[in-house]
């Protein structure tokens, strides 16, 4: 599955490469609000950061494709520890945007841990090992543009993989995120 993420990180860099002059090219960050389902444990919302590049290819009038490239800290908190995932996450978000500053996205990304930790009381223990190569979310996301360069954006991702590798568990983990982010485009 990296293979599959490194390629698409590949096709997407070189994309973006050879339509510099065409298409939109930005920067985004902001604040992940993340956690995992499938814990029977009392569990919290964590907070992180998402920082990323995006592409816009017009399709239509009011329709345009965003291929992105994010990293995003995710994870969860539980009594007296907390879980913290550093993910290399590719959206492909379908843009709708009518004649006014609004938009809505929907899409579809593939992730893959960069590292995955476990701190409890204070001790850090590396758990990359546990967790899937891969995971796949749907996204849903709404934002309104500020200016000609820059939006705000509020987005949700609904992870739909098992992100744990225990064989010992029946319970699905899966990624939720709620991202909220700046985008600015650098060239137009």
Not at 55 to 65: I, M, Q
Not at 143 to 157: C, H, K, Q, T
Request: with cysteine; aromatic share 10%; charged share 15%.
């Amino acid at each position: 599955m990296k293979s599959i993420i490194t390629s698409l990180v590949i096709l997407f860099s070189v994309s973006l490469c050879s339509n510099a002059q065409i298409s939109p090219f930005g920067v985004k960050g902001g604040l992940n609000v993340s956690s995992i389902s499938g814990y029977t444990q009392d569990t919290a919302p964590r907070a992180g950061v998402n920082i990323g590049i995006f592409s816009s290819l017009k399709l239509t009038r009011h329709l345009k494709l965003k291929p992105e490239m994010v990293l995003s800290n995710q994870g969860l908190k539980k009594s007296g520890a907390q879980n913290s995932y550093w993910y290399l996450n590719v959206p492909v978000m379908l843009q709708y945007k009518p004649n006014t500053p609004f938009f809505a996205d929907l899409g579809v990304q593939v992730g893959t841990p960069l590292v995955a930790n476990a701190e409890v009381n204070n001790k850090k223990q590396n758990i990359t090992s546990q967790v899937q190569n891969f995971d796949f979310a749907v996204c849903l996301g709404i934002g309104v543009d500020i200016s000609p360069r820059a939006a705000i954006e509020a987005r949700y991702n609904l992870g739909l993989t098992d992100t744990s590798t225990s064989q010992f568990s029946s319970d699905k983990y899966q990624n939720r995120t709620f991202q909220f982010s700046l985008a600015y485009v650098l060239f137009k």
